[in-house]
């Protein structure tokens, strides 16, 4: 059973930073995929960032590589989301998602993920 759950989402200024927190309700994420969308008001919801479950591997959408860093913990049971040089543009509510390892299709295609978070908030402003 994967069940994300977000939190750390805030109003900041343009420039600062934040991390948000995902936890598998206290249980390991194991091999999953786990991945990060955003989506602002009146846009799809976008891939921003994921880790691989087996490997380190993280990747990254382009709008966001350089500023933001995927990362988990040595027992698999937190995955985080560190945001650095926050811009106006990066507002939006950010979802934890997870998928199984061996899930075909593109690692960055919302349609992939089967467990979704309830989202968090993140605001920065100008």
């Known amino acids: 059973q994967v069940q994300p759950a977000e939190s750390g989402g805030g109003l900041v200024q343009a420039g600062a930073s934040l991390r948000l927190s995902c936890t598998n309700s206290?249980?390991?994420?194991?091999?999953?995929?786990v991945g990060w969308f955003r989506q602002a008001p009146g846009k799809e919801r976008e891939f921003v960032g994921a880790i691989q479950g087996l490997t380190t591997s993280t990747y990254y959408a382009d709008s966001v590589k350089g500023r933001f860093t995927v990362s988990r913990d040595n027992a698999k049971t937190m995955v985080y989301l560190q945001m650095n040089s926050l811009k106006p543009e990066d507002t939006a509510i950010y979802y934890c998602t997870a998928r199984p390892p061996f899930s075909r299709g593109s690692i960055r295609n919302r349609n992939e993920y089967p467990y979704w978070g309830q989202g968090t908030q993140v605001t920065v402003s100008s």
């Open positions: 206290g249980r390991t994420f194991g091999t999953h995929i």
